[in-house]
């Protein structure tokens, strides 16, 4: 959590809010009081990845660093439970000890366990689903202090709903989450023209346990990446304290991006040699890493990012569109659009709820007005049956909403039964939920 000054801002630096005060609770005992303490709006942020103003708070902010760790596993039922604020690199070197991994990561690991679940986050695959998706069962502190043991058998409704809450059911402490045995990746990349990517887009994502594809909007090639199981020998693993510094520390070739970036909106005749350069050097060569050190890559230039879920048979046709209104409007970006695929899954306001999906990621450097660029793209993917990201940029609205996630009445029923004050909602909450 990144506070200076009493003020709390979010990892990009996009949100930034000044709340009456901090708790740090040791223990679900001290958590339920802060709670209960308060009539203002609770906020836990966990890493602030978010780029929305999710956890934008003028009344309390929690810092759940007391809840970390790993809990316990159970190997026979394939399950083991963190706190909910443990960070993704520490969940990968924690599990493999034990000789288990996580079933997918997505392509960052700076966020926390309760973070990545309450907001959806995902990888790539397409037999392959959310985070929330993975969830066995939470600890949640509700509005007025209980403590509920949420699982498909104990308190099923709120299991159902609150795997994808955007915290605001209550502050999750621990999760139990389905996991595997260990397993190695072997990463391969490679270059393929649009009109032959989409051709073959169907096959590529079915063909391999992870596809996705990065197209720099003005470049005539796209970079793909697949990842399948190997028994391949790998590097001796790195610990939670090595992968915690790999995720911080920025290569030279990441500086450059970033330096680029910054120029790129002064001197748009760039674009078309920057993005030809960027697809060129992006691709590195075939390389074989336990799952949670492949998986997520380290993400040192600062953004921010508008995604959408779209069913999966519309995702080619969507960033097709996506990408011509790029060039027709000549808008300015120095970032490759990210394409991915999800299974379905049966949580209630997951952007996956009941159909399979191709998600399309839009990115601008952190000093970059996004809102040209996003709402340009916002407006198609609306046009397909899209679903927002919960932790990135949108501009949906309760009226607009349950048209397109169908249990979100059925939500909207509960989380009024659990917080019928509205106290983890701050103003963008209200907006989605109120």
């Given amino acids: 959590m990144k506070i200076v000054g009493g003020k709390w801002s979010n990892w990009s630096g996009g949100v930034t809010s000044k709340p009456k005060q901090f708790v740090a609770p040791k223990d679900e005992v001290e958590l339920a009081a802060a709670i209960r303490s308060t009539t203002d709006t609770v906020r836990a942020p966990g890493s602030g990845h978010s780029f929305t103003p999710v956890c934008a708070c003028n009344g309390m902010i929690v810092d759940l660093a007391a809840f970390t760790g ?192 910054a120029v790129l909106p002064f001197a748009p005749f760039l674009l078309k040699q920057t993005h030809a350069l960027f697809s060129q050097l992006m691709p590195g060569a075939p390389k074989v890493r336990w799952s949670s050190e492949i998986l997520p890559s380290p993400r040192t230039v600062r953004f921010n990012e508008m995604e959408y879920a779209v069913p999966y048979a519309k995702g080619p046709d969507a960033i097709r569109e996506v990408v011509a209104k790029i060039r027709k409007d000549r808008i300015n970006t120095g970032f490759p659009i990210e394409y991915r695929s999800v299974a379905a899954d049966d949580v209630w306001i997951s952007p996956f709820q009941g159909r399979e999906s191709a998600t399309i990621a839009v990115h601008q450097y952190r000093t970059v007005d996004t809102q040209p660029y996003f709402d340009a793209c916002e407006a198609i993917f609306k046009r397909y049956e899209g679903r927002p990201h919960w932790g990135k940029r949108h501009s949906r609205t309760s009226r607009d909403l349950p048209a397109v996630y169908p249990e979100f009445g059925r939500f909207q029923e509960l989380r009024r039964r659990l917080d019928p004050e509205g106290k983890f909602l701050n103003e963008h909450l209200r907006a989605i939920f109120e």
Wanted: glycine residues 10%; contains cysteine; negative net charge.
């Fill in 70 to 261: 790993l809990k316990s596993v159970d190997k026979e039922k394939m399950t083991a439970t963190f706190g909910a604020a443990t960070p993704l690199w520490a969940i990968g070197p924690a599990l493999l000890k034990e000789g288990l991994g996580l079933i997918n990561m997505g392509d960052i690991d700076r966020q926390t366990l309760g973070g990545v679940v309450g907001t959806g986050t995902h990888g790539t695959g397409y037999k392959l689903g959310s985070f929330s998706a993975a969830v066995a069962g939470f600890k949640l502190v509700t509005a007025n202090g209980d403590l509920l043991n949420c699982t498909p058998d104990e308190n099923a409704d709120v299991f159902a709903a609150g795997r994808c809450s955007i915290g605001t059911l209550g502050v999750m402490t621990e999760i139990t989450i389905h996991i595997r045995p260990a397993y190695k990746l072997v990463e391969k990349n490679f270059l393929l023209p649009p009109d032959e990517l989409f051709a073959n887009l169907d096959s590529l994502v079915k063909g391999n346990r992870h596809f996705e594809f990065f197209w720099f909007p003005y470049a005539d090639v796209a970079i793909c990446k697949s990842l399948n199981e190997t028994d391949e020998p790998a590097p001796q693993p790195r610990s939670a304290e090595a992968m915690h510094v790999r995720g911080e520390k920025g290569s030279s070739q990441e500086k450059t991006f970033a330096a680029i970036n």
